[in-house]
């Protein structure tokens, strides 16, 4: 049986959710990763990503300039680094050179990798469409990474951005 509610009080059944840091340089080659919950795969072959970034977010201008980035599984041991690239706006922080995480070049693109991560994904951007306040970034995998250690991943497990493992 269904009752009928607010979407406000609905949605909040959806976690555990995924998060995914997302790695993309803007015009002066600043490196900003943001954190995103809202990814999804698109497309099995050729591989594809896509992600959506409120408009109002610095990571716009960085993905728009760049057309590339990485799309990173945090590792449950990274759950300071993800909650520090989403609160703090690439605007008016340099959150990589802040954070000092490893990282190296990625192999395709012009962007990095997390080295600590459970896997890292190169993406070019196809193609984007908006989504109300949000724009959907499509992207093409074009080269991809795991952990040589085995890794958990990190999701949100309840509202107010509580990070930990799914199970
Ligand atoms: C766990 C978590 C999930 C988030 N998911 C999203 C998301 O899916 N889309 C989005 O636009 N912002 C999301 N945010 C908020 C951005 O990461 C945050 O506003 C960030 O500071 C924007 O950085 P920027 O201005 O450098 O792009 C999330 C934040 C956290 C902590």
């Known amino acids: 049986m269904q009752k009928q509610v607010e979407y406000s009080d609905a949605i909040k059944t959806k976690y555990p959710e995924q998060v995914v ?27 594809m990503m896509a ?12 993905i728009s300039y760049s057309r590339c980035f990485t ?11 993800t909650l ?5 706006s690439g605007r008016d ?36 469409a908006e989504a109300g306040d949000h724009i959907i970034f499509i992207a093409k995998i074009v080269c991809s990474h795991m952990n040589t250690e085995p890794k958990k991943r990190l999701y949100t497990t309840a509202p107010g951005h509580k990070l930990g493992t799914a199970s």
Not at 22 to 45: E, R
Not at 51 to 61: L, P, R
Not at 97 to 124: G, H, M, R, T, Y
């Open 84 to 88: 520090f690239f989403g609160s703090k």
């Open 21 to 47: 840091i997302v790695i993309a340089k803007d015009k002066n080659g600043k490196v900003n990763p943001v954190t995103l919950g809202w990814t999804m795969i698109v497309s099995g072959n050729p591989p």
């Open 93 to 128: 922080t340099d959150k990589f050179a802040e954070c000092k995480c490893n990282a190296q070049p990625a192999e395709k693109i012009d962007s990095v990798l997390l080295s600590d991560a459970v896997a890292n994904f190169e993406c070019l951007l196809d193609s984007q």
């Open 71 to 81: 799309i990173c599984y945090p590792s449950s041991e990274m759950a300071d680094e």
């Open 51 to 62: 992600i959506a970034v409120a408009k109002k977010h610095y990571s716009i201008e960085a």
